[in-house]
């Protein structure tokens, strides 16, 4: 039997030693109070529920990430249908650096108590092992865990988990290689619900991710696809589910605006997220430059968010705005003549169906379960395999821009039916009934 619990006189490490005592393998009970089995009213109301925690390594409105994103949205569309809503999250905002930036403590944010603990920086060094797990190399579950508590991590989540789990009707995490996600699923797996946000990679195949997947209360995807790829790779519980995420719509979109007040006059494509390999960052940049030299005309590449831009071709004109605002950056998404999405690693693809909505074309990589899912149901959005294909797409937006944005349109139609929030809170409060 695998069991995971707290042993503080458990020496660390000897290289990257953490400072905070973490959890190993041993074999004592996991905590966790058994849920009632009433059953699930035809109308669930708030009323019968107890406290629920959202557990997220970073929060806030500045906090940029998908996992988050879902997390906070959901915490506040929770509480808007009147249930009671604790955060407990670190004092980081950065992915990279995950720096204690913000203060500790007890603040309402929205109406919400956010609690925040110290963060504490990854301490992995070069990081060997993270290196033999992303090569396909075989990986003892000892080094996993030496892994995974010498990254980021929150030590104050975890004792506040210790002393308070059994306070909680529910803990929702997200997403499954966070360390507060690991560590609630060990500590109290009966009121841990998992919101993955699964791709397809490595990570996904560590032995220590699955009690997330396999011994928490439930497990909540965004996709079917998402669904499907975890059915192949655990041995699901009885209430996994498909919840899906909601767009929220702007009230309005400024795309003049946005050229003017960043000096963009002629016609850009967009991509919006992490700057970095594993979202296909450097791949995009290789698609643009081919698709450059191919048809003998350069576009711009207007890109927000987070990580480093790198090494750039010559022949491709990188604009980078870094963070901007959720309003700044739907009147990007209406000002672009097209979004791009590179990356094969979806759980959801946000901003495929932010860009949608703001009736943009999409140009994505078809190699993405989910991307090619949204694309088949909605009938919208230009896929591709290779940088031929990429410089084909754009091909077709430079010389029929009418069809492609006819397309789009039936992308916002999609979103607009499909990702409707209350719709999702519908099914969140219909699985949180089950539970009680």
């Not at 000096?263 to 960052?281: D, H």
């Amino acid at each position: 039997m695998r069991q995971i619990g707290y042993q503080p006189e458990v020496r660390a490490p000897a290289f990257g030693a953490p400072r905070f005592p973490y959890p190993v393998l041993v074999t004592t009970a996991r905590r966790g109070s058994s849920a009632t089995a009433d059953p699930p009213s035809p109308e669930p109301s708030s009323k019968r529920f107890g406290k629920i925690g959202i557990v997220s390594a970073r929060y806030g409105a500045s906090v940029v990430g998908g996992a988050e994103t879902v997390l906070r949205e959901l915490a506040l569309g929770l509480r808007r249908r009147g249930f009671d809503i604790e955060v407990l999250t670190s004092n980081a905002t950065d992915l990279y650096t995950y720096r204690p930036d913000l203060a500790e403590g007890v603040s309402d944010e929205d109406g919400i108590p956010v609690h925040r603990f110290r963060a504490v920086p990854a301490q992995r060094g070069a990081d060997p092992i993270g290196h033999n797990i992303l090569s396909g190399n075989y990986v003892s579950v000892a080094d996993q865990l030496v892994w995974m508590n010498t990254g980021p991590r929150c030590p104050g989540v975890f004792q506040h988990l210790v002393d308070h789990a059994e306070e909680y009707e529910a803990l929702i995490c997200a997403p499954y290689q966070a360390w507060t996600s690991f560590v609630s699923a060990e500590i109290a797996p009966q009121q841990t619900v998992t919101i993955p946000c699964l791709h397809d990679e490595p990570f996904a195949r560590l032995e220590i991710f699955r009690g997330e997947l396999e011994t928490t209360s439930a497990v909540w995807f965004l996709s079917e696809p998402e669904m499907s790829l975890a059915q192949r790779l655990f041995d699901l519980p009885n209430r996994a589910r498909v919840i899906g995420s909601g767009i929220t719509p702007p009230a309005a979109y400024d795309a003049d605006g946005f050229r003017r007040r960043h000096g963009i006059e002629e016609p850009f494509l967009l991509y919006a997220g992490r700057r970095e390999a594993m979202k296909g960052w450097t791949d995009l940049l290789d698609c643009v430059s081919f698709a450059n030299d191919t048809l003998q005309r350069s576009i711009p590449l207007v890109t927000c968010g987070v990580g480093s831009v790198g090494s750039v071709p010559a022949n491709v004109d990188v604009r980078d705005l870094g963070f901007l605002s959720d309003q700044e950056r739907s009147d990007a998404f209406a000002a672009a003549a097209a979004y791009v999405q590179p990356s094969a690693m979806e759980s959801f693809s946000r901003t495929v169906l932010e860009a949608w909505l703001a009736g943009t074309p999409v140009i994505a990589n078809a190699h993405s379960d989910v991307v090619s899912w949204h694309a088949e149901r909605s009938g919208a959005g230009l896929l591709y395999r290779d940088r031929y294909e990429f410089a084909e797409a754009l091909r077709l937006l430079h010389e029929q821009p009418s069809a492609v944005h006819a397309i789009a349109s039936a992308g916002r139609e999609y979103v607009l039916n499909e990702c409707s929030w209350d719709r999702v809170l519908d099914t969140v409060t219909a699985a949180l009934a089950e539970r009680v």
